[in-house]
């Protein structure tokens, strides 16, 4: 598997508007925009840091990944994601390795991104996603 770099940060946020204050206010980052992904329910928002950027995530329902992910720990640091090269070849490689996933193949993320993620407990407790880009 060849990962290239971090792709982004994802912070867990209760809301991206009181979220962009801190980033873009405080810390001077420029925000790009932010997206629904209606089959992941939740809103991103994306602050680019050379070549990786920061992800603040909202849930957009109550049963959302991030919401119960905020229930459960608190707002903060949710995952990282590094951008591979074949996202095909590294969730093949991972599976020949035994490692758990949460998919088994690429689903569509931000930005039209192929992502997948890996289980926490495959990764001492810390949710990775791979991403593809075009």
Not at 78 to 93: K, M, N, P, S
Not at 104 to 116: D, K, L, S
């Amino acid at each position: 598997m060849k990962i290239l770099k971090i792709d982004h940060l994802g912070i867990a946020v209760n809301s991206i508007d009181e979220g962009k204050n801190f980033w873009s206010d405080v810390l001077g980052l420029e925000f790009e925009g932010a997206e629904t992904v209606q089959e992941q329910k939740v809103t991103t928002a994306f602050f680019p840091v050379g070549e990786s950027e920061v992800e603040l995530l909202e849930s957009t329902a109550p049963d959302g990944p991030v919401a119960k992910f905020i229930e459960k720990k608190g707002t903060g640091f949710q995952h990282i994601a590094f951008r591979v090269a074949d996202i095909d070849a590294a969730l093949e490689e991972l599976k020949e390795k035994d490692i758990q996933l949460i998919d088994q193949t690429p689903r569509i993320g931000a930005g039209g991104a192929r992502i997948a993620f890996l289980h926490p407990k495959a990764t001492g407790g810390i949710l990775v996603e791979l991403c593809e880009r075009s």
